[in-house]
């Protein structure tokens, strides 16, 4: 049982490429989500996914767009990477129904940087 | 504000002495709350969940709420050099239906 699976583990870029962040759950969850984590920044909420074929905005989504590909997949994708995007990537997943959560998986996280 | 607030620390504390983390939050509809603990380079591991009002205690932690106050805590009790760690507390959101992190706490327990 995978859990939450990220791929990929790590990843160097230069400014302007642009590259997809893939993620995949096998826990039938209906919200997934896309954070990025800066030291002494937590998680930060980049988009989400509440459920299949629905996808909103973060703390902060600019320079990101998202794809809920159908239950099980969510991708990010950075289009024209910047210095500024260098950060942990963390994908997870969660089932919520009526208010509330369950708590969330997290896969094992991208670590990216932008040069 | 925040949708999500925690004191940064760090906070340091000696062994064997109770560490108390804090939390609040601006959804007053919330109802679902979860600390998290992570190590250095890993992903976050969940430790407590609660979705009502009062205490609710696992082994040597135990997860506070005051809906009313929107204020969340954890308490490490006999707390170890192995709990040293960032803490962060989570809350999902009723607004949105999304999970919001806080900026976490850093723990540091000295032997």
């Known amino acids: 049982n995978a859990g939450v699976t990220q791929t990929p583990k790590f990843q160097v870029l230069k400014t302007g490429q642009s590259m997809t962040l893939q993620c995949a759950q096998d826990?039938?969850?209906?919200?997934m989500y896309w954070y990025r984590q800066d030291p002494g920044m937590g998680l930060r909420l980049i988009y989400y996914?509440?459920?299949?074929?629905?996808?909103d905005k973060g703390e902060v989504p600019n320079g990101y767009n998202v794809s809920r590909l159908n239950k099980r997949e969510f991708s990010l994708r950075l289009e024209s990477a910047a210095p500024s995007q260098t950060s942990v990537y963390f994908c997870?997943?969660?089932?919520?129904?009526?208010?509330?959560?369950?708590?969330?998986?997290f896969g094992q996280g991208t670590r990216l940087t932008v040069v | 504000q925040k949708e999500v607030e925690q004191n940064s620390g760090p906070l340091s504390v000696p062994e064997g002495a109770i560490a108390s983390l804090n939390c609040t939050y601006s959804?007053?509809?919330?109802?679902?709350f979860f600390w998290y603990r992570q190590y250095s380079g890993k992903s976050p591991e969940l430790i407590m969940f609660i979705y009502s009002n009062g205490d609710k205690e696992d082994g040597r932690f135990t997860a506070q709420l005051n809906k009313a106050s929107q204020y969340v805590s954890l308490l490490i009790r006999d707390s170890q050099p192995s709990d040293s760690a960032t803490y962060l507390c989570?809350?999902?959101?009723?607004?949105?239906?999304?999970?919001?992190f806080g900026a976490g706490t850093i723990l540091r327990v000295k032997s």
């Open positions: 996914s509440a459920s299949e074929g629905t996808t």
């Open positions: 826990m039938n969850h209906n919200s």
């Open positions: 989570a809350v999902f959101m009723e607004y949105g239906n999304k999970l919001v």
């Open positions: 997870a997943s969660s089932e919520w129904t009526g208010g509330r959560s369950s708590s969330a998986f």
């Open positions: 959804d007053r509809g919330s109802q679902s």
